[in-house]
């Protein structure tokens, strides 16, 4: 195969541990791999990109990619890299997520495909209830030793207390031989020999490839990559608002654009190789155009504009694109009026605001009301009267007089009306 999956990865930084025999594996035929996704809520957000990304690689190279959703081991909850045991989820919210990740995983991956190397979706509910528990000790748990168990990393540190670790119960024990099984099942009945993941996951894929050997006398294999940091040490994937997702109905496109957009020429130089498929020759280009110019940020605005298409559209990307000028360029009040509510809100995040009512808009709201008398946004009516005459105050990004009044003509996303004094001073007037 010409596109080498094991290399693609190294000059990438996506590379950190790899089974003896991994490479040897994947030149000799196409090979089944696989990657789980934890199914806690019905979005993925970015921190799951990698392993996405990582599975969109290994199909370019001509390889089958299995994306499994874990209904089942959802359930119980990874111990990897927690100190503390997480909320179970029921039935019901399984459902409502695994459905929610398989509509997001579909963007990334072909599952319709012709070819052997078509993409495939499991979740691990589907071969795991009906196993009984007696079955499932008797048939996996006495391939494998307590003490074999207790040697990994994601079960040591929470016995031995480190990182504020407060033990572990046994539901969360079992959780590498669930994992485990499932490597057993994919290799039975998919003739699956890789399971990839982060390089916390190391010590579960390994008791897999164990079980495999001692359960189906095969022989299969693992690869991991590095986690992803950001080099201020703050959490990567993490706003002052949470999370960012990959729905845009919990993250919208231009807070999933603007995210990207705002990171360090540090950061931006590690992300472009590994959340995009610009080739080496384009990203050393890049970097080089960037270092003679590092005020443009060109390194960030092609970041930025790669993940937001693929993630989202390139019609979501021109939207973003647009609500940022609004801030920073010019613009009109037809551009304002594009915008959607959540889009809106976003942009003007920390805006002051006042409400007015729908009987104010009715009758014609009048500029001193809008900014003192009704909504102290300047400090009195002479303030406002002398902003007006001094040509300061914009509504919806024009300027106005102090004879002109607001209607409902002006509202945005039906529901608010953007004030300006200067350039900067921004205030937000919603109807209710």
């Not at 031995?160 to 994919?186: K, N």
């Not at 060109?298 to 390139?314: D, G, N, P, R």
Request: net charge negative; glycine share 8%.
């Amino acid at each position: 195969m010409t596109y080498n999956f094991v290399e693609e990865l190294k000059w990438r930084g996506m590379m950190h541990d790899i089974m003896p025999g991994t490479e040897e594996q994947l030149a000799e035929e196409v090979t089944a791999g696989y990657i789980g996704f934890d199914p806690t809520a019905d979005s993925l957000h970015i921190g799951s990109l990698i392993p996405i990304i990582v599975l969109m690689h290994f199909q370019k190279a001509g390889h089958k990619p299995i994306a499994l959703i874990g209904g089942a081991t959802g359930m119980i909850g990874d111990p990897s890299g927690k100190s503390a045991e997480r909320n179970m989820l029921d039935e019901q919210s399984l459902a409502v997520n695994v459905a929610g990740i398989k509509g997001q995983l579909e963007r990334f991956l072909d599952f319709n495909t012709k070819g052997e190397n078509a993409a495939e979706l499991v979740n691990n509910y589907d071969w795991m209830k009906d196993f009984t528990l007696l079955d499932f000790v008797r048939d996996i748990g006495k391939h494998l030793t307590v003490n074999y168990m207790m040697a990994k990393d994601s079960v040591k540190k929470r016995f031995t207390g480190e990182d504020g670790a407060d033990g572990m119960s046994f539901t969360e024990f079992t959780y590498q031989l669930f994992q485990g099984y499932d490597f057993v099942h994919l290799y039975k009945t998919m003739n699956c020999k890789l399971q990839m993941g982060g390089s916390d996951q190391w010590g579960n894929i390994t008791t897999g490839t164990e079980l495999v050997r001692r359960t189906a006398q095969g022989k299969a294999y693992a690869m991991t990559c590095p986690l992803i940091t950001k080099a201020d040490g703050t959490k990567f994937g993490k706003s002052e608002g949470g999370n960012i997702w990959l729905d845009k109905n919990r993250t919208s496109a231009y807070k999933f654009y603007q995210y990207w957009l705002n990171s360090s020429d540090e950061d931006s130089e590690n992300f472009i190789k590994k959340f995009t498929f610009l080739s080496k020759e384009e990203i050393e280009a890049l970097i080089k155009e960037h270092n003679e110019a590092p005020h443009l940020r060109l390194l960030q605005k092609k970041l930025a504009e790669e993940v937001t298409v693929m993630v989202h559209s390139q019609e979501d990307l021109d939207k973003a694109l647009k609500a940022s000028s609004i801030l920073f360029g010019k613009s009109t009040s037809e551009d304002l009026k594009s915008l959607d509510e959540q889009t809106f809100l976003d942009v003007f995040e920390g805006v002051p605001q006042a409400e007015v009512t729908k009987a104010d808009l009715d009758e014609g709201l009048d500029m001193i009301g809008a900014l003192a008398a009704k909504t102290n946004f300047l400090n009195s009516n002479s303030d406002a009267r002398r902003a007006l005459k001094e040509n300061a105050i914009s509504v919806n990004k024009e300027k106005v007089k102090e004879d002109y009044k607001i209607t409902e003509a002006d509202l945005i996303a039906g529901a608010y009306v953007l004030l300006q004094r200067g350039k900067k001073n921004y205030y937000l007037l919603q109807v209710v």
